[in-house]
Every structure is written in C-alpha cells, then in structure tokens.
C-alpha cells in the first residue's frame, strides 16, 4: 500500500515540472533561479495552511475557517503592531500562534465536545471570525505606513538566499515530515482518519485527536496570518477572501484523502507547489484573462478526478488481495 | 342620530388610530447599501450621509451592505430592506444587471431606488450619481501616468475584475483619448479581482513580463495599494510608477516610499453626502428624476441628468507629495 503513494507525488512532481518548462517556452525568465524562488516565497502561506489542513483532512475533518482565522489573527496582529511599536516581533509571532491556536481550539471543542460535524463548525466560525476583524478594526484598514519596519521587515528579510518567509515554509514542512511518520500524534491521526473504530480499541481518543488536528492547523493559521499581513503591508476584513478553498484544493490535488486516512506531508506540499505555480504563471504567459479562472480550475478538476480514480483502483486491489487470503 | 354619531366617533378614532403612526413614522429612513462592508471608501461614503441626515434632521441612514463583493449578497440585502420598507436604496453595485429584477420589486413596492459609485443598468433605479463623469475619470488615470513620462513609455493596467462595471468603463474611456497622449503604449491589462494577493501577483508578473514598465495604472484602491507593495519589494521604485485611483490613508505608505508619484480619488464623503441628498429629493420632495432633470443636492450643487438618467458630482482631486499630509487622516 505504501508503494502507491510516491507513485502519486511522482506524478504530481513531474506534471509540475512539465508546467514549468511550458510555460519557460512561453517565458524564459520564468525558471530563473530567482523567480523560481519568488514563485515558492509566494506559494509559502498556501504550503504552510496546506500542511495545517491536512492534519485535519487525515482525520476525517475539514477546516473551512483558516483562511478567516488568518485575516483575524494578522488583522490583530497589525492592530497590535500599531498600538506598540516597540513589541518585538518573535512576542508579536507568539501572540498570533497562540491567538491561531486558541480559534482552532473553538473548532476543536465544538467537534469534540458537542459533536457537530466539522464542516458545519468551521462554516459557522468562518463567518464568526470575519465578523470579529470587523468588529475589533471597526470596518477600516490598517496600511503599510501605520505599521512599523521590523514588522513589515520581517518575513522579507533575507537569510541564505531565501526570505525568511520561505524559510518559515521549509521549517514548516520539516517539523511536520518528523512529526507525521515519527511520533504518536502523527501516527495517531492516521489511524483516526483510517479506522476510528479499530484506532478506539489501540486505545486512542478519536475526538481528542481530531481537537489537537484542529489547534494545529489553527496555530499554523494564525502565524501566516501575521506572515501575510507583513508581506503585503496590508490589513483588512477581506483578505484572504476564498483562501480556505484554495487550501482544500492544495490538500485534494496532493492526494489527501477527504474520506481521511490517506495523505502524505509530501503529497500536500506538491498540491500546494502545484498550484502555486499555476497561480504565477498564467500572469507572466500572456493568457486573457477571461481563460485563466477556466485554466485553474480545469487544473483542480483533472488533478482530483486523476487521485479519485487512482484511489478507487487501489481499494479494489486491497479487497481482491483480500479475499484470496481467505 | 346616534347611529350616525356613532359611525362618525369611529371613523374619527379610526382615522386617528391610522394618522398617529403616520406622524410618529416622519423619520425617513435612507438605506445605502455598498459593494461589501469593511472597505474604507464606503466607511467615508457613510459618514457622509450621515453629515446629510444631520443637516435633513428627520433621515435615519441605514448603512449595510454584503460582507463579501458579490450581487448574490446585494440581493439578500435588498430583500430584507424591502421587508422593511425603508422610504429609499441609495446602492453602488456589484453587478450592472443581475440586481435589476430585486430593484425593481423594491420600485413597485414604492421604494426610491438610486445607484451610486457603481451603477445599476437604467431600468434598475431612477437615477445614477457618478462620482465623476466617466471621461473625466478615463482622462484622468491616463493623464497621472502621462505626466511623469514626458518621453512617453509602457504603461500597463491593474484592474478589479473582468466584470466589474466602473474599472470596466473608465479604461473604455482611457483608450477613447490615448490619442492625446502619443508615446504612451498600454501593454497589457490584467485583473487583481480586489484581492490583495492576486493584485501583487498580477504586478509582480506585468514587471517580469515587461521589463521596460514605466508604470502600472491601477484604478481600484486595493490593487493600487498591492502593485505599489509589490514594486517596492521588486526593487523597482523609481522605475516603475504606480498611480491610479487609491485612497490618501491608504496611500501614503506609497507616496512616501516613491512607489507612486501621484494618485486620484473624488471625496468619498461628498459622495455618500450627495447620494443620500438625492435620494431624499426623489423620496420626499417629488422630484423627478427624467432626462435633463436638475435635482439639488445640498453643498455640492446640483445634479443635471443625462439621457440615461445618469449625472456627475465633481472631477477627481490629484493627491501627491505635497498635500497626502493634509489628507492620509481624512479618509
């Protein structure tokens, strides 16, 4: 079973080598080593919530409220950056890490405690939350020059090659490589999302695992949305707008199972990648863009109807293997 | 006799118990309903209105509007405003046609419908205010990019999105007078669709694919403030110019980082002011809104309609350098 799944990021890994290299027919200077570096700066948020949300996904869950959790986290992160210039911005990225967290606790608690599916839970705090950054901003933007340099500075700043941003990303996907093939937590979300009834009798507690999914993929959250509110200089209550479905589609085309169980940290930053680079290219080749929504959507279709299939032909094969051991 | 003295005290009460909340109901209530809750420029168009129902007295203003910019969340907004039947729908919408059908049930139940900002197709309200007429506006965003490049260059263009109706317009316009301005060459139009990521995407590659930019024009407040974000940290300040139509508060970070030289916006105050000033003419005083029809409007004059029932409140004001200052704190 686990050979199939390489197999996939394979794929995954080669269609969007194969994109890059149409669109540098089409544009040489898009695989510049340093535009191929802007392009995975800029795919940084996307593979960070991508990761978070698929911690969620695996167990049999689904975070609608990151994007919103995001604008609210980086709008009370600019917000504070405002009223205390001063505060260092590693206290500035805790608050925003802890302010993520303690938002995908909520989402946790309520799916845990109360049971309501999860789709259900984060649509409602979704909207909740985006009515809280109206709430706390009163409705007005806080812009790049209120907000002080280190600030802005930060996710920008430059350290061997990389801005710091896309080190936060790497960072990002080393921890959560570890954590997901060498710890408990990562190996009890598998089984959660696998069997919840055989992950039960191992002794683990579904809705505890399925909490702390939650309060991860909120924590990651809320530190790109400190991250995004610095890179763009910008806050207000409409950011990341529709964002949370890009995650989702990140998650779907890196292979993630939305039935829970099956994924890989690897297929998730390859979906992310892959749309990062669909959303930088079609800019710089020159198609109208009337075509390019169709083009990034057909993307998505061909991605997902592609895993689909691939993991219908593999369930047969496990219940045909299946019944000729009996 | 008694009958009759009767049916006269009922008819009396009757005509009182009808006439009381007439009087007690002398509040006209003025609803404008904007693209999205949240976005600076409406916040100021409210106050606006708001300085318009203090100087009426009796106007209550309903400020609302959808949290996301679609015409799906316009629609649910118009309907719960027609259950409440306000006196008028002062709105800039987000779609030219799909808000006409649920504008015109808001007519027939005696609602005074006016557009705003960004109009409504003609048989959708009875008039539309243009913050600026069209021409002006189209000359304008080409004329601040012209004015820096007296050797002419390549200028692109940064919009909302493919459907919006006003960015969609003044670009039209634009390209009606390039011819004044020889040496000046649009390269490419592309879309931010209001998002600030995709609008620093869009700048970001419009500078990879045309490395000789002279300037981005950009005549929609959040992809202005994203392509003057995205030149700065291209290191492109000084060689490409970003102007447009922004907001000076959410300006001045641009102005002073030299990522724009210069910008353009009508007062979004004056706007809500005047739009909330007609339709309280259309709604209480019998005016009529029909072509060549003058409506009065407070401070900021009159309204002369067109043939399409549409009318131009003031040219756009230049905010550079000199006078963000004065400005960035207002609006």
């Known amino acids: ?100 967290g303690i938002m995908g606790a909520i989402n946790g608690v ?16 979704m909207t909740i939350f ?24 930060f996710p920008r700043a430059v350290l061997l090659g990389l801005p710091v941003l ?90 993630i199972s939305i039935a829970g169980g099956i994924g890989s940290v690897g297929g998730a930053v390859l979906g992310a990648i892959f749309l990062g680079v669909v959303k930088n290219a079609l800019p710089v080749v020159n198609i109208s863009p009337f075509w390019q929504l169709a083009i990034s959507g057909s993307a998505i279709l061909i991605a997902v109807a592609f895993n689909a299939r691939s993991g219908r032909t593999k369930g047969r094969i496990i219940l045909k293997s299946a019944e000729a051991t009996q | 006799m008694s009958v009759i003295k009767k049916l006269a005290t009922s008819v009396a009460l009757a005509g009182a118990m009808f006439g009381t909340p007439a009087f007690a109901q002398e509040e ?78 808001a007519m027939q139940r005696g609602i005074t419908v006016i557009s705003w900002d960004s109009g409504v197709a003609p048989e959708g309200r009875q008039l539309h205010l243009n913050p600026s007429s069209n021409p002006l506006i189209g000359n304008m965003i080409i004329k601040l990019a012209a004015d820096h490049l007296p050797d002419g260059g390549e200028v692109a263009l940064l919009s909302a999105t493919t459907t919006s109706t006003n960015q969609n317009i003044w670009m039209e316009e634009m390209n009606a007078v390039m011819g004044d301005y020889p040496g000046i060459e649009v390269v490419a139009t592309v879309y931010g669709d209001d998002l600030a990521d995709k609008s620093y995407r869009e700048a970001t590659g419009l500078m990879q694919s045309y490395p000789d930019l002279d300037a981005i024009i950009a005549p929609t407040s959040v992809g202005i403030v994203a392509a003057a974000q995205a030149v700065v940290d ?51 005083n019998g005016a009529e809104a029909a072509p060549g029809a003058e409506i009065p409007m407070g401070r900021m004059g009159t309204l002369t309609l067109d043939e399409n029932n549409e009318g131009a409140m003031a040219d756009p004001f230049v905010y550079d350098a000199s006078n963000i200052d004065d400005f960035k704190s207002i609006f």
């Open chain 1, 1 to 100: 079973m686990m050979r199939f799944i390489p197999v996939r990021e394979a794929i995954l890994g080669s269609v969007t080598l194969i994109l890059i290299i149409l669109v540098a027919s089409r544009f040489a200077g898009f695989v510049a080593p340093s535009n191929l570096a802007n392009v995975f700066n800029d795919t940084a948020p996307l593979i960070i919530l991508a990761l978070g949300q698929m911690v969620v996904i695996l167990t049999r869950c689904i975070d609608l409220s990151v994007a919103a959790n995001l604008a609210l986290t980086g709008m009370a992160a600019a917000m504070i950056n405002v009223a205390m210039p001063g505060l260092p911005i590693p206290v500035i990225i805790a608050i925003a890490v802890l302010m993520g």
């Open chain 1, 110 to 125: 309520l799916v845990w405690k109360l049971s309501i599916p999860p789709i259900v839970v984060t649509l409602g705090t």
């Open chain 1, 130 to 153: 985006r009515g809280i950054i109206f709430l706390i901003s009163d409705g007005k933007w806080v812009n790049s020059h209120e907000m002080s340099a280190a600030f802005t500075g």
């Open chain 1, 166 to 255: 896309s080190w936060v990303a790497i960072m990002t996907v080393i921890v959560f490589g570890i954590v997901m093939s060498r710890t408990q937590f990562g190996r009890s979300i598998f089984a959660v999302g696998g069997n919840p009834h055989a992950a039960v009798y191992t002794g683990i507690n579904v809705g505890k695992t399925q909490f702390w999914a939650f309060v991860v993929s909120g924590a990651l959250a809320g530190l790109t949305g400190y991250l995004w509110v610095a890179r763009y200089a910008v806050a207000y209550v409409d950011i990341a707008g529709g964002f949370e479905l890009e995650v989702v589609a990140a998650c779907v085309i890196g292979g």
């Open chain 2, 28 to 105: 006209v209530r003025i609803a404008l309903v904007v693209k999205a809750l949240g976005i600076g420029f409406f916040e100021a168009a409210n106050e606006g209105a708001q300085e318009a129902a203090a100087e009426l007295g009796n106007v209550e203003i309903i400020y609302t509007g959808p949290t996301d910019t679609t015409a799906e969340g316009q629609i649910e907004v118009i309907n719960a405003l027609i259950a409440q039947q306000v006196d008028a729908i002062a709105i800039s919408s987000n779609d030219t046609d799909a808000l006409v059908p649920v504008l015109n049930r």
């Open chain 2, 234 to 284: 291209a290191g492109k300040v000084g060689q490409v110019n970003v102007t447009g139509l922004g907001l000076p508060s959410e300006m001045a970070g641009a102005i002073e980082s030299g990522a724009s030289q210069s910008f353009a916006i009508w007062n979004p105050i004056d706007l809500g002011y005047s739009a909330t000033m007609l339709a309280y003419e259309l709604s209480q």
